[in-house]
């Protein structure tokens, strides 16, 4: 009847495609239309004129003010959201850096870095296209109910009655949801993790021939995390199968009481016609409230995951606490400390003298990196306290303190940079001459000039072009440029030969000046020069003295002397013997 009525009028074809649209349109032209249809008879004709207003020109002025539009509208989204996720990535980073050893230690590397990637895009996503959704949908829902009220209420007050079920099923969806996106995020911690401990030790993977066994074990992570998405997306299906249901059934439920409404002469057929064109509108923002908050859900999620790294106490100096100088004794006074319920070190008491060589002897877990640890602050004291100087280490700032202690590691960490920038890293921008001399001290300046870019060789991700060796020397040279007035080596020179190993300390000894040094070892050639060595055995200081008293006495020291002593002597023999 109505395209009857269209094509039989004399209107312009401008005029009767704005109708059309006004009728058969989608839902968003069907409101907007400019045309407004007010009533029409059953014979099919037209009872009043179309409101018709504008030209082409108008329309086409329109057309290029909301291209405009919306093209602000994106850019400055865009700008707006990737300036607040900077803002969020460089906090994350930021509060990173100060958070506790122990901290990092109890998180895998992977599922920070996914916190910090993926969860931060989800967010950026849901900024930069949701959020904006959110507000759009809230304002049509409102204007379309006015609209629809002001034409009739009863109807209105059906098509309303349908909202609050579809807000129920979404609240109930929202919560069940959030924790299947919980699930899902923490499988892909764990995927990522599996990634980047597999590339991180991929020379072990290779020499153990672990391949199969990493790609099942990934491959089983993988699978994990697939099934989790694919019954994610089972529960979206019902979800939006049900809200189509819904949506089709109140369309149903306002045609019929429409129908009602018209035949008892409550409102005309235009009216009526008008009415449906508004409550499809309605339905559709009704409808988008699902995908809404499927993605605020994730992005609830992911806020949550990143929240919970910046929730995380930073490390904190105490109010009184500020810059000392590191100069004069060290006194380790009744220490006692455990990780968790385990005992490391127990009422230990020594002192270290200023500008002395104190070399530390123990077995496997029996406190020595611990001693450096505490010493350094990465890890707070549970009893008893350290001084130097005559000053608790809790009393200087943490950043004055570690900026005076000079520390190699057992495991030396080389950044994937120039050999160069590794080893000027504590002090950039040194001269080239420095660099080379803190190298010689090291002996590996002769090795580094070997390489055929010398200074400016990439040592690749954690060093591996390097030897064990080369970085250990490597991480003395760039502890040496530090100049720290403590310096501790946590048997950094484990993976060197025993006359590489002796030319190291002759030199450093010639150079080190008036610095106090820690020397830690299982070698008792590397210690047997110190000033004074001090055994560990549980936790507990079983000995203490210069080498010749230690060996003067039975103990454990004089065992491992005489054990490793004799394997020296059995090398020597089998060479002569060669």
């Not at 094509?7 to 045309?35: H, L, N």
């Not at 949801?177 to 980047?196: H, K, M, N, Y």
């Not at 009704?286 to 999620?301: E, F, N, Q, Y």
């Not at 100096?317 to 400390?337: L, M, N, Q, Y």
């Amino acid at each position: 009847e109505i395209s009857a009525c269209l094509v039989g009028s004399e209107m312009c074809i401008r005029d009767r495609a704005r109708i059309a649209r006004c009728v058969y349109g989608a839902p968003d032209q069907k409101a907007g239309a400019v045309g407004t249809l007010y009533d029409i008879h059953a014979d099919g004709r037209l009872n009043h004129q179309f409101e018709v207003t504008g030209g082409v020109r108008e329309e086409e002025c329109v057309a290029l003010l909301r291209g405009f539009c919306n093209y602000g509208q994106r850019t400055q989204l865009s700008r707006g959201s990737e300036s607040f996720v900077k803002r969020i990535r460089d906090g994350l980073y930021d509060h990173i850096q100060h958070l506790s050893f122990s901290w990092h230690t109890a998180h895998s590397t992977g599922e920070i870095i996914q916190r910090c990637t993926s969860d931060v895009d989800v967010i950026r996503t849901f900024v930069c296209n949701q959020l904006v959704e959110v507000v759009r949908t809230v304002f049509l829902i409102i204007l379309y109910l006015v609209i629809m009220f002001r034409m009739n209420v009863r109807l209105s007050f059906v098509a309303l009655a349908f909202i609050p079920i579809v807000g129920l099923s979404s609240g109930v969806f929202y919560r069940r949801i959030s924790g299947r996106f919980q699930a899902a995020d923490e499988a892909e911690g764990d995927l990522t993790t599996c990634a980047q401990e597999n590339l991180t030790g991929v020379r072990v993977v290779r020499a153990f021939g672990r391949e199969r066994f990493e790609t099942d074990r990934f491959c089983e992570k993988n699978e994990k995390f697939a099934s989790l998405w694919i019954r994610l997306g089972r529960l979206l299906s019902v979800y939006w199968a049900s809200g189509t249901l819904l949506t089709c059934l109140q369309v149903m439920v306002i045609i019929v009481c429409g129908i009602v409404e018209s035949v008892h002469g409550n409102m005309t057929l235009g009216e009526f016609l008008a009415f449906i064109s508004y409550n499809e509108a309605l339905s559709w923002p009704v409808r988008s409230l699902g995908r809404v908050l499927s993605d605020m859900s994730k992005a609830g999620v992911s806020l949550d995951r990143v929240g919970y790294i910046l929730r995380a106490p930073e490390e904190k100096d105490a109010p009184e606490a500020a810059p000392h100088s590191a100069a004069g004794d060290i006194v380790f006074d009744h220490v006692t400390f455990g990780y968790g319920e385990t005992p490391v070190l127990q009422d230990v008491s020594f002192t270290i003298p200023q500008g002395s060589t104190f070399a530390i002897l123990g077995g496997t877990g029996s406190g020595k990196s611990t001693l450096v640890h505490l010493l350094d602050r990465l890890y707070d004291l549970q009893e008893g306290r350290i001084t130097i100087g005559g000053v608790d280490i809790r009393s200087f700032t943490r950043e004055s303190l570690r900026s005076q202690i000079g520390l190699v590691l057992q495991e030396p960490f080389l950044f994937s940079q120039t050999i160069r920038e590794n080893i000027a890293a504590t002090r950039p921008g040194a001269p080239q001459e420095e660099l080379r001399s803190a190298a010689a001290i090291a002996c590996v300046d002769e090795a580094i000039c070997e390489f055929p870019e010398g200074y400016e060789t990439l040592v690749g991700e954690r060093g591996v072009t390097l030897s064990g060796g080369q970085k250990q020397r490597v991480a003395i040279a760039r502890m040496l440029m530090q100049r720290a007035p403590i310096m501790v080596f946590d048997d950094s020179l484990s993976a060197v030969d025993a006359e590489t190993d002796a030319k190291i300390r002759a030199a450093l000894h010639e150079s080190l000046g008036k610095a106090t040094v820690l020397l830690i070892s299982h070698r008792v050639t590397t210690l047997m020069q110190a000033d004074c060595i001090l055994v560990l055995d549980g936790g507990r200081v079983s000995e203490l003295g210069t080498h010749a008293e230690l060996i003067a006495k039975p103990g454990i020291y004089r065992d491992i002397y005489d054990i490793q002593m004799s394997s020296d002597d059995r090398r020597l023999l089998g060479k002569e013997g060669v």
